[in-house]
């Protein structure tokens, strides 16, 4: 894997922004994978917002908990959709 740290992005307007680019290697249409937010590239969520992480992780194993208290249901209830992963550290 070829990784690129702060590869500049011209913006139409001239400003310029900075992302990590993580390729493989060799020749070849890829598909693309691209996450952006408002928080800083470099730092693991959880790592920064240690708080807000702690509320995710309890809210995504209560949304986990209902969702396989309703497949359970044997057709008497609706199963919720609920795809929450916590995310990878790169």
């Not at 917002?49 to 209902?66: H, K, M, N, S």
């Not at 208290?69 to 959709?81: D, F, M, N």
Request: with cysteine.
């Amino acid at each position: 894997m070829i990784v690129e740290k702060d590869v500049p992005i011209l913006m139409a307007d001239g400003v310029v922004l900075r992302a990590n680019v993580f390729r493989p290697e060799g020749i070849g249409p890829f598909p693309v994978i691209m996450s952006l937010g408002i928080y800083s590239k470099d730092i693991h969520f959880a790592d920064g917002y240690a708080p807000q992480w702690g509320v995710l992780t309890r809210l995504t194993r209560a949304w986990r908990r209902r969702a396989a208290a309703a497949a359970g249901c044997a057709g008497k209830c609706q199963t919720p959709s609920v795809s929450c992963r916590m995310a990878s550290r790169w």
